[in-house]
């Protein structure tokens, strides 16, 4: 693992480490490969009808290892997934709007339906965030 890295996540700023290797630089998996990031970015945000510029690739995929507490830095590799966060006011308030709008629909939903209806109003909202798994 690179020691830069660690030593600007243990003692730098959240601020500038988020910036320098997550926000403002070619995510891990496509190497220095920038137009070949822009162009993945593009055609993604294409297909999900969401502007390029809101599309954040984050976790181990961009940074190189996995940033979870749980995982103690352990290196991206073929079993890592791909997490992408989508940084857009307006989809978040669609996805709030609908998920107020579930009423009495949520009695007929599976299980594993409901319980993320509950996940999501009680603790994703308030930190801003729609999870779509």
């Not at 103690?72 to 989809?91: C, G, K, M, T, Y």
């Not at 709008?101 to 599976?110: A, E, F, K, N």
Request: net charge negative.
């Amino acid at each position: 693992m690179d020691a830069e890295l660690l030593s600007d996540l243990l003692s730098g700023s959240l601020d500038l480490f988020c910036s320098r290797y997550i926000f403002d630089r070619t995510p891990h998996i496509f190497q220095d490969d920038w137009l070949g990031y822009l162009s993945w970015k593009t055609k993604l945000g294409s297909l999900l009808n969401v502007d390029a510029h809101d599309l954040v690739m984050i976790g181990s995929a961009a940074v190189g290892v996995s940033l979870s507490p749980t995982k103690n830095l352990r290196p991206f590799d073929s079993e890592s997934d791909v997490d992408i966060a989508v940084v857009s006011q307006r989809h978040f308030d669609i996805a709030w709007r609908h998920l107020r709008s579930l009423g009495s629909s949520q009695l007929t939903m599976p299980a594993v339906v409901k319980e993320a209806v509950r996940d999501h109003k009680k603790h994703y909202v308030y930190l801003g965030v729609i999870a779509t798994d």
